[in-house]
């Protein structure tokens, strides 16, 4: 089985984190989709197995108005260093009611040009503490056995295997 489920059960509320000369901002994912879109070809363009690349058809029909998903919160990073704002990231979550069941956690990835320099941590950060303010103490999400980055990445912020 490829597909590695893990949870992480919080604590205490996560600690806010600093991007320096980041800029974390709430969307709407179908009205920011043309740039979640590139971001997302670009974050995948070289895992291993490799995901297809989505046109805008895809994301309506899994992010659009009929959709399970309608009701995920995501949140973009952009570069405000230099120049105008570029997306350098992204994560979204799900959170069920009642707030006793857990958060799902869905497509936080990371310009391959700005990872290693904590967008990701800021990215998760901002999605658990939303889920610890909103009463939510378990997360979980699916990722793939073979993204080891990814798989290294969460097991570094304390996810677990489980269901
Ligand atoms: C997984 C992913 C989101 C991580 O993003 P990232 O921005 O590189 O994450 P961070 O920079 O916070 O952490 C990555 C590494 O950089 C290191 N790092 C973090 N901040 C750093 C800093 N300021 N200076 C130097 N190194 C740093 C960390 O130690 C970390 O090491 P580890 O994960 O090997 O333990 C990214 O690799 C990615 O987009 N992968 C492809 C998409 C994917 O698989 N997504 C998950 C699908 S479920």
Redesign the pocket.
């Known amino acids: 089985m490829n597909v590695l489920v893990l949870r992480k059960v919080l604590v205490e509320q996560p600690e806010p984190h600093r991007g320096e000369g980041m800029q974390v901002v709430r969307v709407d994912l179908l009205a920011a989709g043309a740039e979640w879109l590139a971001l997302r070809n670009r974050?995948?363009r070289d895992?291993n197995p490799p995901v297809r690349p989505w046109t805008p058809a895809d994301l309506h029909r899994e992010f659009g108005p009929a959709s399970r998903a309608r009701d995920r919160v995501t949140w973009l990073a952009r570069d405000v260093a230099a120049g105008p704002p570029a997306v350098c990231?992204a994560v979204s979550i799900s959170l069920p009611r009642p707030a006793s069941e857990a958060a799902s956690l869905h497509?936080?990835?990371?310009d391959p040009d700005?990872?290693?320099?904590?967008?990701?941590?800021l990215l998760l950060g901002t999605a658990e503490r939303h889920c610890w303010e909103r009463g939510h103490r378990v997360l979980r999400?699916e990722?793939h056995r073979g993204?080891e980055?990814?798989v290294?990445?969460y097991i570094?912020h304390e996810y677990q295997a489980g269901r």
Do not use: Q
């Not at 990872?115 to 941590?121: A, C, E, M, Q």
């Open positions: 974050a995948f895992e990231g497509w936080l990835m990371v700005y990872r290693g320099r904590g967008i990701g941590s999400l990722t993204w980055k990814a290294r990445f570094r």
